[in-house]
């Protein structure tokens, strides 16, 4: 049919949980693996959603997508992770249309973190859009939001406060550490397992507090922890080890990416004093750890309520932030407007060359200029006023005819 459109902006939705209502315990249990991600986007027809990306990240688990309904999206979720549909039915969030546009802005810009200004998140979300676009899971929709998010999270970066200073998850982390032990932390034998993201900036933090030969390095792939010990300075230890390594230290911090725990009470010892600091989700240290009177065990939900002047400064940042949201917001707008309108543009350009063919022949004279015309003055209408593309398509020929007979 003429005009008619795959989809609209009522059809882009956000499903998801996140730190705000939902502790890391549950969080965990949609937390989403690059296998379960892939196997998410290769459903995702059968499920009726046309375009989508997933972002799983320790404070959240969101779907972005393009679907007639929010219930396929939640189905989509639910089928591929180990948690519960009606649990998730009753803690998620469903945002539709422009209250999904503004989250997805919202998120990229920081200010949806756990931590205000938290800009890791960007990294995140182009890893989660780059590998749905691989999968041909990206499309014109999805990708111009997330390119112009990108815009606006640069732009807020550059023209504000937002997310100046140093204050992130690793950052917190260090801060708990220094905040509970009792010693130098210069003295402190510091164990780090795992070499991602999360783990890499940690480690990066911690060099400046700790002495580097206090610090070991581990992770499953051994390699990528010795490139990284390399850089920093620090000591690398065998992921089979682990048991010896944990013994010796004083402050053990797990970043990893395991689907259950890889550290509990078997680790320990009676009488043990020391700090385990759980950056994954889904949760990599057993609770069981807390068994032992001594052991102080802290996971990235803990690690958000540290507070200083440094989040003091940019909640004042905040309004600013939002103000270049509303900018980007409305750039996205007018594109998805024109977009729309493209079919009925074409139509109404291919039934103008027609007649201009056709009166051209009488008049003994090709008249372009007046076929452009008409086609800039519909174009600026269609911007301004919300009115069925059929009566534009009507309009624009009636002037055009007008002005031909005239």
């Known amino acids: 049919m003429l005009l008619e459109e795959k989809y609209n902006l009522a059809d882009f939705w956000v499903i998801g949980i996140n730190y705000r209502k939902t502790d890391a315990v549950l969080r965990g249990r949609y937390a989403i693996s690059q296998e379960q991600y892939e196997h998410i986007l290769n459903a995702a027809p059968t499920y009726g959603v046309k375009e989508l990306f997933v972002l799983s990240t320790c404070n959240r688990t969101e779907i972005y997508g393009i679907a007639r309904h929010a219930v396929h999206l939640e189905q989509l979720i639910c089928d591929f992770t180990e948690g519960d549909k009606t649990a998730f039915q009753q803690q998620c969030y469903r945002k539709q249309g422009h209250d999904a546009l503004t989250h997805i802005f919202h998120v990229a810009a920081g200010l949806d973190s756990q931590i205000l200004g938290d800009y890791e998140i960007v990294g995140q979300m182009k890893q989660a859009v780059n590998f749905a676009k ?194 980007y917001i409305h750039e996205f707008a007018e594109w998805y407007l024109m977009r729309q309108n493209v079919p009925v543009i074409k139509a109404v350009k291919e039934k103008l060359i027609e007649l201009n063919s056709l009166l051209s022949e009488v008049r003994k004279c090709d008249d372009h200029t007046a076929v452009q015309r008409t086609l800039n003055t519909m174009a600026v209408k269609m911007r301004r006023e919300d009115r069925k593309p059929g009566c534009n398509y009507i309009e624009a020929l009636n002037g055009y005819l007008s002005e031909a007979i005239n």
Request: glycine share 4%.
């Open 134 to 327: 691989s999968k041909d899971r990206l499309g014109a929709f999805l990708e111009r939001l997330f390119h112009t998010t990108l815009q606006s999270s640069r732009a807020i970066r550059s023209e504000t406060d937002l997310s100046s200073g140093t204050v992130s998850v690793a950052f917190a982390a260090v801060q708990f550490i220094k905040n509970t032990y009792k010693h130098d932390l210069a003295d402190t034998k510091i164990l780090i397992i795992g070499s991602g993201k999360i783990g890499q900036n940690t480690c990066k933090n911690l060099v400046t507090h700790a002495r580097r030969e206090h610090i070991t390095l581990m992770n499953r792939t051994e390699e990528k922890a010795r490139m990284l010990a390399e850089i920093l300075q620090c000591n690398t230890a065998a992921f089979d080890d682990m048991d010896a390594e944990i013994q010796r230290a004083d402050v053990v911090i797990v970043a990893t990416n395991a689907p259950q725990p890889i550290v509990d009470k078997t680790h320990l010892r009676a009488g043990d004093r020391k700090i385990l600091i759980d950056l994954s989700i889904p949760n990599n240290v057993h609770p069981n750890v807390q068994e032992y009177h001594d052991i102080v065990l802290a996971n990235v939900d803990d690690l958000s309520k540290i507070n200083d002047e440094t989040l003091r400064m940019r909640l004042a940042e905040v309004p600013k932030a939002q103000a270049l949201i509303n900018l």
